[in-house]
């Protein structure tokens, strides 16, 4: 049997390598620039509204296999989503890493981006994969 922490590798892995949600977005609404110094992390995510639905999301950039990964997820799981509805989500992502997280059932609207559970254990690795969460919570909470 597959340890589900190779499962959760190989989702990583396959994002990271080629990811069809890095591209530019034609008539984006709103961008923002991310940044990790400690790794040389820089991401820019474009997103496009339809009303208060997230029609689309990409993203382009440069960084380690895990900040790419991990926008990468995150564009699957929170594409078609209400604004509310990612707030959430980039919430309970965020505590999850913290491990602030109590009702274990409340890490079931974070799809695969569940994966990153474990990336706790490499403090080195926090900010990468915190990345694109944070960059895509700010420009929620400009717009
Ligand atoms: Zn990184």
Redesign the pocket.
């Known amino acids: 049997m597959e340890d589900l922490n190779d499962i959760y590798n190989d989702i990583i892995m396959e994002h990271s390598m080629n990811s069809y949600n890095k591209k530019k977005l034609e008539n984006a609404d709103f961008c923002e620039i991310g940044h990790?110094p400690?790794?040389?992390?820089e991401i820019t995510l474009e997103i496009k509204l339809n009303g208060d639905k997230i029609e689309d999301m990409a993203f382009t950039g440069h960084?380690?296999a895990?900040?790419q990964a991990s926008t990468s997820i995150m564009i699957d799981t929170l594409k078609g989503k209400t604004v509310q509805e990612a707030k959430e989500i980039i919430k309970t992502f965020i505590e999850m890493i913290k491990r602030e997280i109590t009702d274990e059932s409340e890490l079931e609207k974070l799809e695969n981006a569940i994966c990153f559970r474990n990336i706790s254990h490499m403090p080195a690795?926090v900010?990468?994969a915190l990345?694109a969460w944070h960059t895509l919570e700010e420009m929620l909470n400009k717009k």
């Open positions: 990790n400690n790794c040389g992390d960084g380690c895990i900040s690795r900010k990468c990345l």
